[in-house]
């Protein structure tokens, strides 16, 4: 498995995999599937990696660094991880925490004071992976938006 940038050849399957991580999901989230054009707006922002295992896109990850993403989660100095999907047949072997990694890297060579994101209540695997590698449960910057609540997790640096 490697993790590399993604390039605009990924931009139909990354959208099909944050589409399939997210919209699809019967306990709620998104309810507008993702686009080339949300890959592209991301990639513009922030930077868009990809885990591939045996030349198939196994995840997916979005990394912005501080500044990139107001009026969104993180503030100041932190930097915001997004959209973290990995492809259901390759999941349970490490490749959501390798890209989680590669954002904690990221934000480390960017001098971010801490790594944020948010999360759906019910992805609670999600949250399981965050709390081992460092996050805590943010409570205080919690909210919500049209498809429900967020819950923040922080990791400082």
Not at 34 to 60: I, K, Q
Request: net charge neutral.
């Amino acid at each position: 498995m490697e993790v590399v940038p993604a390039t605009e050849d990924d931009a139909a399957a990354v959208a099909a995999l944050w589409t399939a991580a997210y919209t699809d999901d019967p306990r709620g989230g998104r309810r507008a599937p993702y686009s080339a054009e949300d890959f592209r707006s991301t990639a513009e922002a922030g930077e868009v990696l990809v885990a591939r295992e045996d030349g198939a896109l196994a995840g997916v990850v979005a990394f912005f660094p501080a500044g990139a993403r107001d009026g969104m989660i993180a503030s100041g100095s932190e930097g915001e991880l997004s959209r973290l999907a990995v492809a259901e047949r390759f999941r349970r072997r490490g490749i959501g925490r390798s890209l989680v990694q590669s954002c904690l890297r990221l934000a480390g060579e960017r001098a971010a004071s801490a790594l944020v994101l948010w999360s759906r209540p019910h992805q609670v695997e999600a949250h399981r992976l965050y709390l081992s590698l460092g996050f805590r449960r943010d409570p205080d910057r919690d909210g919500s938006d049209l498809d429900g609540i967020r819950l923040v997790f922080t990791r400082r640096l």
